[in-house]
């Protein structure tokens, strides 16, 4: 199976078993809503979400199964994932899709995303073979093939 981190439990808030996730996931809307599936810590412990709400800077949430604090406060700094399947993003890529793709720039390959960093504002590529790094956004990136694994870069003077 195909698991994307979202987020990480980071403590518990009152006695309902309510969760505080912290996440920088790109599509939070299209996951943190009721009904949709989440995979908790290492074992990958499939639970439903029952309620969510956002409360400052963090997500929270209410899964199946875990009603009470007692049941909670086991999977305190656990690792929230989902299944890439159950999103619905056609035509949208992750950043985990762009690891591993060839990167293009002028027609010629200068190497391959070997992580993306978070970088605050712009998420930066690390490129390797070339030992570029090059900030994740639309005024660098001109286009990324899926089906072929490939990512285009525009010419930006002074980028390569």
């Known amino acids: 199976m195909n698991y994307i981190n979202v987020g990480k439990i980071i403590t518990t808030h009152g006695l309902k078993g309510e969760m505080k996730i912290t996440s920088n996931f790109s599509f939070k809307d299209k996951v943190f809503k009721p ?4 995979y908790l810590g290492n074992n990958f412990e499939e639970h439903k979400i029952i309620s969510y709400r956002k ?16 049941k909670a406060i086991k999977y305190k700094q656990q690792d929230v994932y989902i299944l890439k399947a159950d999103l619905d993003l056609e ?6 899709d762009l ?10 390959k200068i190497g391959s995303v070997k992580d993306i960093v978070d970088a605050g504002s712009n998420n930066i590529l690390i490129v390797l073979d070339n030992a570029k790094y090059i900030p994740k ?24």
């Open 55 to 70: 409360h400052q800077n963090y997500d929270m949430v209410i899964l199946d199964k875990i009603d009470d604090i007692d």
């Open 91 to 96: 035509g949208i890529y992750l950043d985990t």
């Open 137 to 160: 956004n639309d005024n660098f990136i001109e286009n990324v093939d899926l089906k072929n694994k490939k990512l285009y870069l525009k010419n930006v003077e002074g980028l390569i």
């Open 99 to 108: 690891i591993g793709m060839d990167v293009y720039f002028n027609d010629s």
């Open 35 to 38: 009904g949709f599936i989440l």
